[in-house]
């Protein structure tokens, strides 16, 4: 292996998991369009903080759930309107 470098500053990662078995999840929450929003939003706002889908993030109940990293804040239930309020949490 190698490390890569990279210009990015931060890690957004929004859990899109799926699940077909009757258990909660991420994704029946709208987590995959709340992800295009986020990731639509901290662009403009930071083009070196990169937002990505992520598998489970073991919160599944109080999804969606988003994790910015390296600050390891883990946020649940994020909505549609939280993404002002969480554009600045995550560029600060
Ligand atoms: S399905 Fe999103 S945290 Fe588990």
Same mark, same amino acid.
């Given at each position: 292996?190698?490390? #890569?470098?990279?210009?990015?500053? &931060?890690? @957004?990662? @929004? +859990?899109? %998991?799926?699940?077909? /078995?009757?258990?909660?999840?991420?994704?029946?929450?709208?987590?995959?369009?709340?992800?295009q929003k =986020? &990731?639509?939003? @901290?662009?403009?706002?930071? *083009?070196? #903080?990169?937002?990505? &889908?992520?598998? +489970? $993030? /073991?919160? +599944?109940?109080?999804? *969606?759930? @988003?994790? #910015?990293? *390296?600050? %390891? =804040?883990? $946020?649940?239930?994020?909505?549609?309107?939280? =993404?002002?309020?969480l554009? &600045?949490? =995550?560029?600060?």
């Amino acid at each position: 292996m190698y490390q #890569i470098d990279t210009n990015f500053r &931060k890690l @957004v990662l @929004v +859990c899109t %998991n799926e699940r077909h /078995d009757g258990r909660e999840c991420c994704a029946d929450k709208g987590s995959a369009e709340l992800h295009q929003k =986020i &990731k639509f939003a @901290v662009a403009a706002a930071d *083009p070196k #903080i990169r937002v990505s &889908k992520s598998g +489970c $993030l /073991d919160r +599944c109940s109080t999804g *969606p759930t @988003v994790v #910015i990293m *390296p600050d %390891n =804040i883990w $946020l649940g239930r994020v909505q549609e309107q939280d =993404i002002p309020e969480l554009v &600045k949490l =995550i560029t600060s």
